[in-house]
């Protein structure tokens, strides 16, 4: 597996260069921002691990210019910015994990492990239901034929609920979104439900009191 680290500490990107390499992944280190995006243009990789505080270019800029082309390669944001604004701030960006500073680098090897497993088991298919068609390989969807912006934890919440031919529980949604690395706040899952309305319309997403949320066939 070949991963692209962006991390200007040099005494922590050293390390992560040579534990990763220990386990048999080859990193490709950039300590700019601007580096760390060129670096992406130019060589397939099967996933980024994403310091914000790059200079040159600062992370959620790479990882925007990243997602406006290229939603398939996992981005893992790795930063000693561990608020709940940050976290939600990185994930709405279009990171699929986040790991907060001083962490372990099992646990950096575990979420690899799960992001790039998650990307091999997507099938070639598209979803359709009510004018929105979600590409599961691209990682792309549209609205009535245009593009629509969705932040990672957005489609990961719409996929579920369009495979779904029945309501699906508040508690089915947090254990999707728990799967991102982060503690669920206690109204995450209604913050989510409600972006998703606001980008596809109020009655999009039905809710049934006593049983959960579901997209009319």
């Not at 500073?101 to 009510?130: C, I, N, S, Y």
Request: with cysteine; proline share 5%; charged share 25%.
């Amino acid at each position: 597996m070949r991963v692209l680290l962006a991390e200007d500490d040099p005494v922590l990107g050293q390390a992560l260069r040579v534990g990763l390499g220990r386990e048999g992944i080859d990193v490709a280190w950039t300590r700019d921002g601007i580096d760390a995006f060129s670096a992406f243009q130019q060589s397939d990789y099967a996933a980024l691990v994403l310091d914000l505080d790059l200079p040159g270019l600062p992370g959620l800029d790479v990882l925007h210019r990243i997602r406006q082309t290229d939603w398939r390669v996992p981005v893992i944001i790795v930063t000693a910015l561990g608020d709940v604004a940050n976290r939600v701030r990185g994930l709405d960006f279009g990171a699929d994990d986040y790991l907060c500073k001083p962490f372990d680098l099992d646990e950096l090897l575990a979420r690899l492990r799960a992001v790039t497993r998650r990307v091999r088991g997507v099938p070639g298919a598209v979803l359709a239901r009510g004018g929105v068609e979600i590409d599961l390989r691209d990682h792309r969807a549209t609205h009535h034929g245009e593009p629509l912006w969705l932040s990672g934890r957005e489609f990961s919440v719409l996929r579920l609920l369009m495979e779904s031919d029945q309501p699906v529980s508040r508690p089915q949604i947090e254990e999707q979104l728990n799967g991102w690395g982060t503690e669920v706040e206690c109204n995450l899952v209604e913050v989510y439900i409600h972006k998703l309305r606001k980008k596809l319309g109020r009655d999009f997403i039905q809710t049934l009191h006593g049983s959960g949320y579901l997209i009319p066939q």
